[in-house]
């Protein structure tokens, strides 16, 4: 495999007690998009975090390009952040108020010395033109525009300065359900025009399944299913992945009224104090006593390479098949 954009191995976070990422290790190749799932507060957004550096880490390894940034200073990380870039659900917080949208926009071209001014205004206006934004919106503030217009303003300044890696936390879902498809496209041609890998974390199982070459679904913490989106979608073997998917609606009324939607008892388990052996074990209508005791590595299954972390699936990938 050519080397990954992004490299996270053994990563926790805690915050206090709180194990909001605690041991997860993954990989996104060049040009690839990681789909990233799982309830709320299963810990995307504190990985999406960590894998660029806006917290620190408590320990593991974030490589990016082959360079760990896990436990470097501001100073030191300063001079790399031209490499990674994220862009939030909320553009609004994350676009100073005060600055046109070409200075927000030519920030991190300024920041890293890329380009010269006139290069930077050219450059400015070519990106403005990537995300669809008609070159005099360069001279506006961003309360001068609409929700859809500020996350393509997000997306060209967070693409400025050309970098290997995006992460997008759920990007579009703050948005009108009206422009969410439209951005969610945007983001779609501009990695397949600029080539960026990107970490794309969301609830939304059908912008993954149109973005993503690969999925990754997490847990209270660690991972516990990754696979090509093709065979997530078709062969889901997680029962977590399993009751995910059951969960999601489907565009074909026949197929939704004869699937059987698999129903989680009980909440998301509290993060300070997470249930011994399989964290799912709490939730899983199939659990049996070892799920109760041993933590099920994330390991190979199946022909085609998927990643599972549950006793009850055998090495050739057969397992339970809820719903
Ligand atoms: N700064 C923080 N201080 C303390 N706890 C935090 C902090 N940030 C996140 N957490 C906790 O870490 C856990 C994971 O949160 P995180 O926001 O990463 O989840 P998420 O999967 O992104 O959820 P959502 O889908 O709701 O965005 C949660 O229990 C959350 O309360
Ligand atoms: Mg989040």
Redesign the pocket.
């Known amino acids: 495999m050519t080397r990954p954009v992004l490299e996270v191995v053994d990563l926790v976070k805690h915050?206090?007690a709180?194990r909001?990422?605690d041991g997860v290790s993954l990989a996104v190749a060049p040009g690839e998009v990681l789909g990233l799932v799982?309830?709320?507060?299963?810990?995307?957004?504190?990985?999406g975090?960590c894998a660029t550096r806006l917290?620190a880490v408590t320990s593991g390894h974030v490589r990016i390009n082959g360079t760990d940034i896990a436990k470097l200073s501001r100073r030191q990380l300063r001079p790399l952040r031209r490499h990674f870039n994220m862009v939030f659900q909320d553009p609004s917080s994350s676009l100073n108020p005060r600055m046109t949208v070409a200075d927000i926009v030519s920030e991190p071209l300024r920041l890293h010395r890329i380009g010269t001014g006139a290069s930077r205004r050219s450059r400015v206006n070519h990106l403005l033109d990537q995300v669809g934004l008609p070159a005099g919106v360069g001279r506006r503030y961003p309360h001068e525009l609409s929700g859809g217009q500020r996350q393509r303003v997000s997306l060209a300044r967070a693409l400025s300065a050309g970098p290997a890696l995006l992460v997008a936390?759920?990007p579009t879902s703050a948005l009108d359900v009206s422009v969410q498809a439209s951005v969610l496209n945007l983001i779609g041609r501009l990695q397949s025009d600029l080539g960026f890998a990107c970490l794309f974390?969301t609830?939304d199982l059908a912008s993954v399944e149109f973005l993503a070459q690969r999925v990754a679904v997490?847990y209270l913490?660690v991972l516990v299913e990754v696979a090509a989106r093709r065979e997530l979608f078709a062969t889901p073997r997680h029962p977590y992945t399993q009751a995910l998917l059951s969960a999601a609606p489907i565009p074909d009324p026949p197929a939704q009224r004869t699937r059987r939607r698999i129903v989680l008892t009980g909440d998301i388990p509290?993060?300070v104090d997470p249930p011994a052996g399989c964290r799912f074990h709490t939730r899983c209508p199939v659990a049996v006593d070892e799920c109760r005791v041993v933590v099920p590595p994330l390991r190979p299954v199946g022909p085609a390479g998927a990643l599972v972390a549950c006793h009850l699936v055998a090495d050739d990938g057969t397992g339970p098949r809820l719903g």
């Open positions: 915050f206090g709180v909001a990422v799982g309830e709320s507060g299963s810990g995307k957004t504190t990985l975090r917290v936390d759920e974390v609830h997490m913490g509290s993060p």
